[in-house]
């Protein structure tokens, strides 16, 4: 029996993941011109307070370039205030400013509806898809 790529779990999840993601951003961006690093990094931000890039790195899954990038295109977009982090002189803390605040209050109400719309869309299958991505984001057992 050969590989199949189409079944291949990982595979489909990759694919589904980025069509989601798609589908979100294109709302996101006629919203406010947000690309989808700055979206992860604002509202990484939202629900954090002042973190650093590589918090945030490690947080969104994306390179820590992007995430620099990100970050100085809303810094200069007023929407994200850079300073020195809390505790490590040595890395950049970053926290949403006022304006930063009241975007990311538009854009929650945005992903809220965009979720509702996603859960009714799979219906009954919206509860065990969630558990079974919350059993695989936990990674295997030891």
């Not at 990759?14 to 798609?22: D, E, F, G, P, T």
């Not at 950049?92 to 930063?100: D, H, K, P, Q, S």
């Amino acid at each position: 029996m050969s590989f199949r790529l189409d079944e291949f779990l990982p595979y489909r999840l990759s694919v589904a993941a980025a069509q989601v993601s798609r589908r979100f951003a294109a709302r996101y961006a006629a919203e406010a011109g947000l690309t989808i690093p700055e979206w992860r990094v604002l509202a990484h931000l939202d629900a954090s307070g002042m973190v650093s890039v590589r918090d945030i790195h490690r947080r969104v899954n994306l390179d820590k370039s992007m995430v620099s990038r990100a970050a100085t295109r809303l810094q200069g977009a007023g929407l994200v205030r850079k300073s020195g982090h809390d505790t490590d002189r040595r890395l950049i803390g970053l926290e949403l400013t006022a304006e930063g605040q009241a975007l990311m209050q538009r854009l929650g109400g945005i992903a809220q509806a965009f979720q509702a719309e996603l859960l009714a869309e799979l219906g009954e299958d919206a509860a065990p898809l969630c558990a079974a991505l919350d059993r695989l984001a936990k990674g295997a057992p030891d």
